[in-house]
């Protein structure tokens, strides 16, 4: 029986407007009969603060009820910086140029990532979808992803749009012998920085992360939108061009883009 583990993490914002999206585009889309467990991390807070985007609210404890049946952990934010040794993270150079506040987010985000994804590993999915609570999806994953697991074992799934110099890290599908990569990538942030000579940078930590494990990328035309605590959706560019950086970065977009072809044939 095909095995499909699926990873909530961070924090949701607005899972009345979010989550009937994921499970419409989702949860729904997933293949009949699997064997389906979803599993998450998120921290409960009792307000949102991003200097970055501008928000701050209240977090309503009802965002967290569709989470309750699932298996996962609810925790704190508490010791999260010292646990990856933010200060050292730091010291690699604020890339957001705000006072560290995103990077701390960021490492936040990454942590929770890291935790889910370490629950999943006993179940021995053939694939993992992760998805942030906070986003709405404009349309469905598609089916044909779920089929041939182990031709597709080694392949990440990942957003056509947003790249940044990197690859989007919103949500991914993620074979078997890819997931770990992609969700324990936080271990690799000081690998990135000797390798690259950058500062932390999410999408390029990403790329980074699963390059080192031989991961074949290939890309999803599926849309979200990530949602503020007020309710408000964030301002989107679904276009594969935009942020899509340097010319080694447009190469490695179109021989993506043409594995993904190669793959929808099988």
């Not at 209240?58 to 049946?69: H, T, V």
Request: with cysteine; proline share 4%.
């Amino acid at each position: 029986m095909l095995k499909i583990a699926v990873a909530f993490f961070g924090i949701p914002r607005n899972s009345q407007i979010c989550f009937p999206s994921i499970e419409q585009n989702v949860l729904a889309q997933l293949p009949v009969g699997s064997d389906v467990k979803c599993f998450y991390h998120l921290y409960k807070i009792d307000e949102v603060q991003n200097t970055r985007s501008g928000e701050k609210g209240e977090l309503a404890a009802d965002n967290y009820q569709p989470f309750e049946a699932m298996t996962g952990a609810l925790t704190s934010t508490e010791d999260v910086l010292q646990r990856w040794d933010f200060e050292q993270v730091k010291a690699q150079g604020d890339t957001w140029a705000d006072d560290y506040a995103s990077l701390r987010n960021l490492i936040f985000q990454l942590n929770s990532l890291h935790t889910v994804t370490t629950m999943i590993e006993t179940f021995s999915p053939d694939f993992v979808v992760f998805v942030r609570p906070d986003i709405f999806f404009h349309d469905p994953l598609p089916a044909y992803v779920f089929s041939h697991q182990q031709a597709r074992r080694h392949n990440a799934y990942i957003p056509d749009w947003q790249w940044w110099g990197g690859l989007n890290d919103r949500f991914a599908i993620c074979g078997r012998d890819t997931y770990v990569a992609y969700g324990k990538r936080i271990e690799r942030i000081f690998d990135f920085c000797r390798a690259t000579g950058r500062k932390l940078h999410s999408e390029r930590l990403l790329k980074y992360a699963l390059q080192q494990a031989g991961t074949r990328i290939c890309t999803l035309p599926t849309q979200a939108s990530r949602v503020r605590i007020t309710g408000a959706f964030a301002e989107e560019s679904f276009s594969p061009k935009r942020g899509m950086g340097k010319r080694e970065n447009r190469y490695f977009h179109f021989f993506a883009t043409l594995r993904t072809w190669m793959d929808r044939r099988r």
